[in-house]
């Protein structure tokens, strides 16, 4: 009796070791989750100090050489500041409008090849699907959602209290799952598109890589 009572304790325990496996939207939401506080500070932060004014002699090289190195510098000093508040718990906000957009990926793979050759995905088409809160709550990022009637607020910093609006595609996740991918647009005077490109390491989404597109 005791005997099987202690079999029947092993396979209980191994029974509730095993990992359930995740479903697709569980694992998207999991890199964004872990990727997105990489991703923010490479992207720039919501003050970004214009360059200091010319003095009135313009022919002053060495100013420039100096005023060029100062603007670099705190710009810098920014990003820094900016990696270090999305590391910490909820120290950086920022907001993310609640539909992951549609993505057909057989576009991106053949327009970059060199990123994506060995990449194959689980699906090549998504579309669009709404978030919820619950699935970016394990971010480091305070992360506010919106509604897609507030794209229209991206190129403004003055209609919320995130340090950035972003809007997001759907994430391509390959068939082994150690790659993703996905766009995201930042808010901002000037709007800019980014593709990310993340991959798993030690159980956990890092940044591998971002290719900037100009509107």
């Keep these: 009796m005791k005997k099987a009572l202690s079999i029947l304790s092993i396979v209980l325990f191994l029974f509730s070791c095993t990992e359930k496996e995740k479903t697709y939207e569980e694992l998207e939401a999991e890199?964004?989750?872990?990727?997105?506080?990489e991703v923010i500070p490479e992207i720039g932060s919501l003050f970004i100090p214009p360059p200091p004014p010319m003095p009135d002699?313009?022919?002053?090289?060495n100013y420039k050489i100096s005023s060029d190195e100062e603007f670099f510098k705190l710009v810098s000093v920014?990003?820094?500041?900016?990696?270090?508040?999305?590391?910490?718990?909820?120290?950086?906000?920022?907001?993310?409008?609640?539909?992951l957009r549609g993505i057909d990926f057989t576009y991106y793979k053949n327009e970059f090849p060199k990123h994506f050759n060995d990449f194959k995905p689980i699906f090549d088409t998504l579309d669009f699907r709404q978030i919820n809160k619950?699935?970016?709550?394990?971010?480091?990022?305070?992360?506010?959602l919106y509604g897609s009637e507030f794209l229209p607020h991206l190129t403004s910093n003055h209609n919320h209290d995130e340090h950035t609006i972003v809007s997001i595609s759907r994430v391509v996740i390959?068939?082994?799952?150690?790659?993703?991918?996905f766009n995201l647009t930042k808010g901002g005077c000037v709007p800019y598109a980014f593709k990310i490109i993340s991959i798993r390491k030690n159980n956990k989404w890092i940044l591998k890589g971002i290719i900037k597109d100009d509107y």
């Design 31 to 37: 890199v964004l989750c872990d990727v997105l506080p």
């Design 57 to 61: 002699s313009l022919q002053n090289e």
């Design 78 to 99: 920014e990003k820094e500041k900016t990696k270090k508040l999305a590391k910490q718990k909820y120290k950086y906000r920022i907001g993310i409008i609640d539909t």
């Design 134 to 144: 619950n699935e970016v709550k394990n971010s480091t990022l305070l992360i506010n």
């Design 174 to 181: 390959k068939r082994n799952k150690d790659k993703a991918f």
